[in-house]
């Protein structure tokens, strides 16, 4: 756990507005994984997709259960959107994660995992519990999506 820990983090502070509820989920995170400690596989690559498996269902139940970080999250995007990017590049980069949260969440969690956790498809349909089929095509059409997007 203590090896996946930063990479976790890093997945729960690439979905939330702010880095100390990316903290508290990955202590969150830590207790599940603590409590079912005998559920993880001995297998090292198939205990990290449990344990983004567990991420994602954290993450989850963070969103549901917060009126109050909906509320926050509006307005953090709202001052984002309204400064200036200093490069062309952070404009592009900008523009790229704005159409990444655009996307329905599962097509959402499906490029993330892909291009920020570096899961092949097979595994993300594991870590989702989808079939590989329908992960492919998601991922192809939000890629098209996306290239569509920012070619206008």
């Known amino acids: 756990m203590e090896r996946e820990a930063p990479a976790l983090l890093a997945y729960f502070a690439r979905r939330v507005p702010n880095r100390e ?3 508290d989920l990955l202590g969150e995170l830590l207790v599940v994984v603590w409590r079912r400690r005998s ?3 001995a297998d090292p690559t198939a ?3 449990w344990m983004y498996g567990v991420a994602r269902k954290t993450l989850q139940r963070h969103r549901r259960g917060s009126v109050r970080r909906a509320a926050l999250a509006d307005r953090l995007r709202e001052e984002l959107a309204g400064r200036p990017s200093s490069e062309p590049s952070d404009a ?3 523009r790229v994660r704005e159409l990444i949260l655009a996307l329905p969440d599962t097509d959402k969690e499906i490029i993330g995992l892909s291009y920020w956790e570096g899961f092949s ?3 993300i349909a594991r870590i989702l519990g ?3 089929a329908t992960v492919r095509s998601r991922h192809a059409r939000a890629k098209a999506r996306l290239r569509a997007e920012l070619e206008r």
């Open 39 to 41: 559920a993880i596989p």
């Open 21 to 23: 509820d990316a903290a």
């Open 130 to 132: 989808m079939p590989p």
């Open 47 to 49: 205990a990290r997709m």
């Open 121 to 123: 498809l097979v595994e």
């Open 92 to 94: 592009v980069a900008s």
